[in-house]
């Protein structure tokens, strides 16, 4: 009887040792389905294009809920929102579609009157000769020629508007263009800063201000203060605006040259500091 118990149990121990050794784990259906799947599943053309409709129809529900107002219209709403704020400013918000490859839209203006005091300007001219001579009785901060690069770079000597000779824009723009081109200040024909009439140029931006638009095409300005009177914001804004459509091409400049076809002005908003943003339908 006990052989027949010792010879019973060590069968049970070879069979269950075979057992666990040699017993083979299979993946279920639905993780060798997941293991085969080897690309991540794409929106249809009709998926997207719903998609596309969807966020188009959004954004067009969005725009409807501004108020659009003519600019006299408007003025009023947001005086009578600041009524008890004297001193807040008209904020003008202009939204240009710019494409690929156009310049950022920058320009000069000087307000009719005033909404804030203007920041101090220096003038750089790249002049030699009797034209430097000009440019520094017509008031330029700095005049020079290719001496002046060095210490540009190095930021040792900077300028908020620089202008140039055609004799000396190709000696400049090899060290200079992407420099200055980069903070939108390199000197270029289009924009009239590349002249031999140096004098002429300084003579009228004298008291002006430059405006510029940021990255994705968007221009901010505070036009006049609610102090202000209704003329003289309407007048602001109408004076304003004729500076941007020159620099976009939507009104011919004959100080410079003929360009690509103009930049779309989309939409223009007028608010305040603590009124809403109104949208302006006879800019």
Not at 2 to 18: A, D, E, M, P, Q
Not at 93 to 103: H, P
Not at 145 to 162: Q, S, V
Not at 185 to 204: F, H, Q
């Amino acid at each position: 009887m006990s052989t027949f118990l010792s010879f019973s149990r060590h069968c049970c121990r070879s069979n269950i040792g075979s057992v666990i050794f040699t017993r083979n784990f299979t993946l279920s259906h639905v993780a060798q389905a997941r293991k085969n799947e080897t690309k991540i599943r794409q929106p249809s053309k009709k998926a997207l294009a719903a998609k596309a409709k969807r966020r188009a129809a959004k954004t067009a529900f969005a725009v409807s809920k501004l108020e659009q107002l003519p600019l006299q219209n408007a003025i009023s709403v947001l005086r009578a929102v600041e009524v008890a704020s004297p001193n807040a400013m008209y904020e003008l918000f202009i939204k240009t579609e710019m494409g690929s490859g156009v310049a950022v839209p920058k320009g000069r203006f000087k307000l009719p009157k005033e909404a804030k005091a203007r920041a101090e300007e220096s003038i750089l001219v790249f002049a030699e000769g009797r034209q430097a001579d000009e440019a520094k009785k017509a008031g330029a901060h700095i005049v020079g020629g290719i001496e002046l690069i060095e210490g540009i770079l190095n930021n040792r000597i900077r300028a908020t508007t620089y202008l140039c000779t055609t004799s000396l824009i190709r000696a400049i723009t090899p060290r200079l263009g992407r420099f200055l081109g980069q903070q939108g200040l390199m000197p270029a024909e289009r924009r009239g800063t590349v002249t031999d009439d140096i004098a002429g140029y300084i003579e009228r931006i004298q008291g002006t201000s430059e405006w510029k638009a940021d990255k994705t095409g968007n221009i901010h300005m505070p036009i006049g203060s609610m102090h202000f009177s209704v003329d003289e914001v309407v007048k602001n804004f109408r004076h304003f605006m004729t500076s941007v459509k020159q620099a976009t091409g939507n009104i011919k400049d004959n100080r410079q040259k003929e360009t690509k076809k103009p930049v779309l002005i989309s939409k223009v908003l007028l608010s305040s500091t603590r009124g809403p943003g109104i949208r302006i339908t006879d800019f």
